[in-house]
């Protein structure tokens, strides 16, 4: 079974940037897909992008300016996160699913992946 723990979550100035990270345990070392989604105060769950062996995908709100990777041998995956703006406010969680090795479903799935974090907050003011 694998355990997510997201940190990084703040509260920021728009424009302002943000490093996401979510450490991962009960790892065999074998590949999965990886990836994070957010759920913004009174908004539905919302696929943020994706990782794999395969590729890396975005939603389109957030192309150019979020940036999400892997560091294998630490076991955590990063969300890069540039540009903010008021309505990226949201819980911010890690999610992953070893059902996957190249995820190719819609990025919103991101957010029905079998395992999740705890979320962690960002906040961004105007």
């Known amino acids: 079974q694998l355990h997510l723990v997201e940190s990084g979550g703040d509260s920021v100035q728009a424009g302002g940037s943000l490093r996401l990270s979510c450490v991962v345990s009960?790892?065999?070392?074998?590949?999965?897909?990886m990836g994070w989604f957010r759920q913004g105060p009174g908004k539905e769950r919302e696929g943020v992008a994706a990782?794999?062996?395969?590729?890396?995908r975005y939603t389109d709100s957030v192309l150019g300016r979020f940036s999400i990777s892997k560091d294998k041998a630490k076991n955590t995956l990063y969300l890069q996160m540039n540009n903010l703006q008021p309505e990226d406010t949201a819980m911010y969680y890690c999610?992953?699913?070893?059902?996957?090795?190249?995820?190719?479903?819609?990025?919103?799935?991101?957010?029905?992946?079998?395992?999740r974090g705890q979320g962690t907050q960002v906040t961004v003011s105007s």
């Open positions: 990782i794999d062996d395969c590729s890396t």
């Open positions: 009960g790892d065999s070392g074998d590949s999965y897909a």
């Open positions: 999610a992953a699913d070893r059902e996957y090795d190249c995820y190719q479903g819609p990025i919103k799935g991101v957010a029905d992946f079998g395992s």
